[in-house]
């Protein structure tokens, strides 16, 4: 892209992301709000859903089924998933200003870019009726960059400037990283059984982290009231006798907000709550975990 057009076209960021799978809707631009703007109001982001590297397996699909698979049998090829979300709400300035904001953007940028692809896949989940539908998170990706360029010619894939991001490795002990794989022993073997409240929990956590506020409120009160009755029954019971009496004087509060939210959104104070007994549940199930 020359200097002049880049002079004459208005600049816009981007984040830009693959994935492992196709992400769902069908490959094309999409226009999305700012979430509480009114209907009329200008797209805030147009996303871009591309499907890459789809295989061709009509050979492998006409075989006889009485082909013998080899011992080892190469890997399908599989198709990616590409989403560019184009922040449209904001043009920057020019391209000194477009580079300054480069230099400083990171995983931040990416997370709120992050937020809307999953507010449209959760969108299409809705449309489509698809309970197996699923929200995208950073370490899922191939690959992240972020940049900015040209309106049009950012929506059909090309930039003035842009750089990827690296995920940074999570530093844990040994110990603690081993947790998981010995409780996923555990539960596979039935030497531990699974709690319904804690994917009742991680619904809730879903919910609140995407800015579903009412869901979450309505998912966290059946959690809660699953969590007392089964923590009140677990073996590690008397141990977690603190954390469940602070679980019950949270149930009044959470129900207050449950019954909002059947009639709208939550105030601040009743979200607050909500995401305050949600951590302190996540919290007592943690303690249950390394109390074994």
Known sequence: MSADEERSGRLFRFSQVELPWELGPPDGRYLLRAPGDPSDAPPAYVLVIATLGAAQRRGRLALNRKTQAAPEPEPALVATGRATIIDVAEPLADVERARSWLARAGDEELAGDLAVLNRALHAFRLATADPYGRAV??????????????????????????????????????????????????????????LVCE????????????????????QLLIALDAALAELALDPAAPALADRLAELREHRDG??????????????PAERESI??????????????????
Do not use: K, M, N
Request: glycine share 10%; hydrophobic share 45%; net charge positive.
């Open 254 to 267: 959470v129900a207050v907000a449950a019954q909002a939210a059947l009639a709208g959104p939550l105030t």
């Open 137 to 194: 998170s950073r370490r899922q990706l191939l690959v992240a960059r972020v940049g900015f360029g040209v309106g049009e010619r950012v929506a059909d894939g090309l930039w003035t400037e842009a750089r990827e991001l690296t995920l940074a490795p999570t530093q844990r002990r040994r110990g603690t990283a081993l947790q998981p794989q010995a409780r996923l022993a555990a539960l596979l073997t039935g030497r531990e059984r699974a």
């Open 199 to 218: 994917e009742l929990v991680l619904r809730a956590r879903l919910d609140l982290d995407h800015g579903r506020d009412r869901e979450a409120a309505l």
């Open 275 to 292: 995401a305050g007994t949600l951590g302190r549940i996540e919290a007592a199930l943690r303690a249950r975990t390394v109390l074994g």
